[in-house]
């Protein structure tokens, strides 16, 4: 096969990071049972971090950047994929332990592949990506502690973000009262434009707090992570629970266990990298059933490959709203 155009993150001997778009070949890529002709990306924060190397998110070197894409099986040695069928791929360590998806060619592992539902189109997939099946699963999450929209409003921090701005179409179209947190004020149109029914600004969650605060919510989905975690707990009502799943306000989580043992809250951790396969199938078809299509594109930009690294370095500054689909293929 001819070479094909990658994104390549290198590494040199003295630890000093690079990265720039590079020719590979198939004898390049890595092993795998599925070999996959890229068509679509997204960038996520996570890509951002490993483009930026602000956090050690890239364990092996070389590396192809890009947790998500969509393509078509060129070969399958795996069971239930055939050469032409479209398939999506979310996570399992792609981008940082095995070739990512930023990419014309990719080979990966069938376990890790899923059918592209048919209800969405390769660009529909990756604008929804890791991102926004986080935000499912953090919904389902909610749900399964027993919360539903007649219980109470539901805060959702990062608002504008990725999973933020899912998170908040999902909810709203769920039937939830929304409360959007973002620290662009800017942003209050296009947030109650996909479902938020307040907003409330980030400097509200993201200072000093107390241990317990006024009840205001019954449940919150964070991507923030940091004192805005610690401080949103502190203002759950009893029984709530939130949902967390980043960490763009830091690791730390300076709070105490007043919440927990005096009003019952419960904190979900949500991992989207390692779901096991029927968790990830749930979620998807719970995102074809439940996520209002005209919200998505009204969240979603494409971009061209080129500009991929640049994307890469917004949205690590915060100057992403919404959902990037890469157009690769």
């Known amino acids: 096969m001819p070479g094909?155009?990658?994104?390549?993150?290198?590494?040199?001997?003295?630890?000093?990071?690079?990265?720039?778009?590079?020719?590979?070949?198939?004898?390049?890529?890595?092993?795998?049972?599925?070999?996959?002709?890229?068509?679509?990306?997204?960038?996520n924060y996570k890509d951002g971090l490993a483009i930026t190397g602000r956090a050690p998110v890239v364990r092996r070197f070389p590396m192809v950047p890009g947790v998500d894409g969509v393509g078509i099986v060129e070969q399958s040695a795996a069971p239930g994929f055939k050469p032409g069928d479209r398939v999506l791929l979310n996570g399992w360590g792609v981008g940082e332990l095995h070739l990512g998806a930023w990419a014309e060619r990719a080979r990966w592992k069938g376990d890790w592949l899923i059918s592209l539902p048919s209800g969405f189109s390769p660009d529909e997939g990756m604008a929804i990506g890791t991102a926004g099946y986080t935000a499912m699963m953090a919904v389902m999450a909610l749900e399964r502690h027993g919360i539903h929209p007649s219980s109470g409003p539901i805060l959702v921090t990062g608002a504008a973000g990725g999973v933020g701005s899912v998170a908040v179409a999902l909810l709203a179209g769920l039937g939830y009262h929304v409360v959007a947190s973002?620290?662009?004020?800017?942003?209050?149109?296009?947030?109650?434009?996909?479902g938020a029914s307040e907003?409330?600004?980030?400097?509200?969650?993201?200072?000093?707090?107390?241990?317990?605060?006024?009840?205001?919510?019954?449940?919150?989905?964070?991507?923030?992570?940091?004192?805005?975690l610690a401080n949103l707990l502190s203002q759950i009502r009893y029984?709530?629970?939130?949902?967390?799943?980043?960490?763009a306000g830091g690791l730390a989580f300076p709070a105490t266990v007043a919440p927990f043992i005096l009003r019952g809250v419960t904190l979900y951790g949500i991992d989207s990298v390692y779901v096991p396969k029927p968790i990830r199938i749930a979620a998807w078809e719970r995102l074809d059933r439940d996520l209002?299509?005209?919200?998505?594109?009204?969240?979603?930009k494409r971009i061209p490959f080129d500009d991929v690294?640049?994307?890469?370095?917004?949205?690590?500054?915060?100057?992403?709203?919404?959902?990037?689909?890469v157009e690769i293929g």
């Open 4 to 43: 094909f155009k990658a994104v390549l993150i290198q590494k040199d001997e003295n630890g000093t990071q690079s990265v720039g778009f590079a020719a590979l070949a198939d004898s390049d890529l890595m092993e795998g049972d599925v070999t996959v002709r890229i068509e679509r990306s997204t960038v």
């Open 309 to 325: 690294l640049d994307a890469a370095r917004q949205i690590v500054e915060g100057k992403v709203r919404g959902r990037l689909v």
């Open 199 to 228: 907003i409330i600004e980030r400097s509200e969650l993201d200072g000093p707090g107390k241990p317990l605060a006024r009840e205001r919510w019954i449940g919150a989905i964070d991507v923030v992570g940091g004192q805005t």
């Open 239 to 247: 029984d709530g629970a939130v949902a967390a799943c980043g960490l």
């Open 292 to 300: 209002d299509r005209a919200k998505l594109a009204a969240m979603t």
């Open 182 to 194: 973002t620290g662009r004020p800017e942003e209050e149109d296009y947030l109650k434009g996909i």
